[in-house]
């Protein structure tokens, strides 16, 4: 399995991005996908994740309500449209891939990972 970010860039603090993310190798529809960030010197968190089916959703607290993961199955694709950015929300975005059947926000339950996307904010 291999998972490619891309839709990183630079904005300004109040913008906007979205990151997508895409999956080949087995069938995409099988996989909870979940994204996190990484910011330097810390830690890798839990920012949203995503049912196979899209139905059910979860988001981290500090990105609820700005945040909304999506997928598009068709496409072997997962997105992460990001608004109202603050320069706290800089970090390496990964999305990652897992085969349990419910949404986990635990980084030791993904099976996949792509190798991240930067996003940065300034203020």
């Known amino acids: 399995v291999q998972l490619v970010e891309s839709g990183g860039g630079l904005v300004h603090a109040g913008g906007s991005l979205r990151l997508s993310c895409v999956l080949s190798?087995?069938?995409?529809?099988?996989?909870?996908m979940g994204w996190f960030r990484q910011a330097p010197g810390k830690e890798r968190t839990f920012v949203a994740a995503?049912?196979?089916?899209?139905?059910?959703?979860a988001y981290a607290d500090s990105v609820q309500g700005r945040f909304t993961i999506f997928r598009d199955n068709a496409r072997d694709t997962v997105y992460l449209q990001m608004n109202s950015l603050t320069p706290e929300d800089t970090a390496v975005y990964y999305c990652?891939?897992?085969?349990?059947?419910?949404?986990?926000?635990?980084?030791?339950?993904?099976?996949?990972w792509g190798q991240g996307t930067q996003v940065s904010v300034s203020s």
């Open positions: 990652a891939a897992t085969g349990l059947a419910e949404i986990t926000q635990n980084v030791y339950e993904y099976d996949y």
């Open positions: 190798g087995r069938p995409f529809s099988v996989y909870a």
């Open positions: 995503i049912t196979w089916s899209g139905a059910a959703t």
